[in-house]
């Protein structure tokens, strides 16, 4: 029944841009905060962006003035826009609804991969 899944990968160029999506299901968004991670290949994954319920926010240092996330309630849905993006962006990029990824409770799944190169 609980469900995230994410959308809107794609290859780029630097400089480009990319809107991700993360879909969820099964009671779990409103009511909680909403994460952005990305494991770039041989390194950890590392936590990108944070919105809470009512909107604030918070970014990794790497991505400041460049992304953006924002959710929907209505939809159910989390967004990352990234702009101004540089191959050191490129990652597999995956959400996460109070952790409950982050410690085991649902799969990490396959995320959406980025890949910004010309």
């Known amino acids: 029944q609980v469900q995230l899944v994410e959308s809107g990968g794609g290859l780029v160029q630097p400089g480009g841009s990319l809107r991700l999506s993360c879909a969820a299901s099964?009671?779990?968004?409103?009511?909680?905060?909403m994460d952005w991670y990305r494991q770039a290949p041989g390194k950890e994954r590392e936590l990108v962006a944070t919105?809470?319920?009512?909107?604030?926010?918070n970014y990794a240092d790497s991505v400041k003035g460049r992304f953006t996330i924002s959710r929907d309630n209505a939809k159910n849905t989390v967004y990352l826009q990234m702009n101004s993006l540089k191959p050191e962006d490129t990652a597999v990029y995956y959400c996460?609804?109070?952790?409950?990824?982050?410690?085991?409770?649902?799969?990490w799944g396959q995320g959406t991969q980025v890949i910004v190169s010309s």
């Open positions: 996460d609804a109070k952790g409950i990824r982050l410690y085991n409770k649902l799969d």
């Open positions: 099964g009671g779990i968004f409103r009511f909680n905060s």
């Open positions: 919105i809470t319920r009512t909107g604030n926010t």
